[in-house]
C-alpha cells in the first residue's frame, strides 16, 4: 500500500508488457521465483491515462481467487468520475471484463486533456464493458452493456445495449475498420423513446423537442 503524486499509466503500461513476456518465459521454464504479490492499493493525486487525466484516485489490484497468476487479476479503481474493477482472466489473450458500479460522462467530460499528446493507436484489447450507473453529473441516465472484439479488419462493437430514463432503449453494433489514413467506421443503431423528456432532461438538455415520441435506426 502506499501513494504517490503522480502516475504515467501508458509508460507503465509499456514496462509491463516487457515484464509479464519475461514473467511468462521464466513460467514456462518452471521458475517461480520472484515476487509474489497478494493485493496492494495505490492513492494517486494525479493518473495520466494519455489523453485524460485523473485526480485524486485509489486503485486496487488483487487475485480474484486462488494464487496468481493462475486465476488472473482484478483491479479497481475509484474516482470522482468512476468507480468500478477489471477483471483479467488467465491466458494468453483473455477476454478483459470491465464493470463500472458509477460512470460519469459529465466529469470525464470536463477533465484536464492533453492536447499536445496525441492519442496512442493501440487496438483495443477484447473486453465485455457493463456501467450500471451512467451518470451525467447529477443525473443518471441508466445501464450501458456492451462487448468489444478485434479482427482481422479491425474493431468490432457488439451488443450495444442501453436501458435509459422512462422506457428509452437503445441497441445495435459498430465497427472500425482499418485502412490507409484514418480509417472508417461503421454504426448501426434502434432507438426507441415514447418520451425522450426525463433523459434529455438528465442531460440537462430539455428543450421542444422532449414531449414528442422517438423512434429512430
Known sequence: DGSVERLDLPAWSAWWERVRGELKELAAAGDTAGPNLRSAELRIGRLDLGSTVLERVKLGIAPPSGPPPADGWVLSAQSQALAGQLT????????????????????????????????????????TLRVDD????????????????????????????????????????????????????????????????????????????????????
Open 88 to 127: 483479467i482472466p488467465p491466458g494468453r489473450d483473455p477476454t478483459l471484463a470491465l464493470a463500472f458500479s458509477r460512470l460519469d460522462l459529465k466529469a470525464l467530460a470536463g477533465l484536464e486533456t492533453d492536447a499536445g499528446d496525441p492519442v496512442r493507436s493501440r487496438p483495443l484489447p477484447a473486453l
Open 134 to 217: 451512467l451518470r451525467w453529473g447529477e443525473g443518471s441516465l441508466g445501464r450501458l452493456s456492451l462487448a468489444v472484439a478485434p479482427d482481422d479488419l479491425g474493431t468490432r462493437v457488439t451488443g450495444i445495449d442501453f436501458r435509459g430514463v422512462g422506457d428509452t432503449a437503445l441497441r445495435g453494433e459498430a465497427a472500425w475498420i482499418d485502412g490507409e489514413g484514418a480509417g472508417r467506421g461503421r454504426v448501426s443503431l434502434v432507438l426507441h423513446s415514447s418520451d425522450p423528456g426525463p433523459l434529455l432532461q438528465e442531460l440537462e438538455s430539455a428543450n421542444a423537442v422532449t414531449q414528442a415520441p422517438l423512434e429512430s435506426s
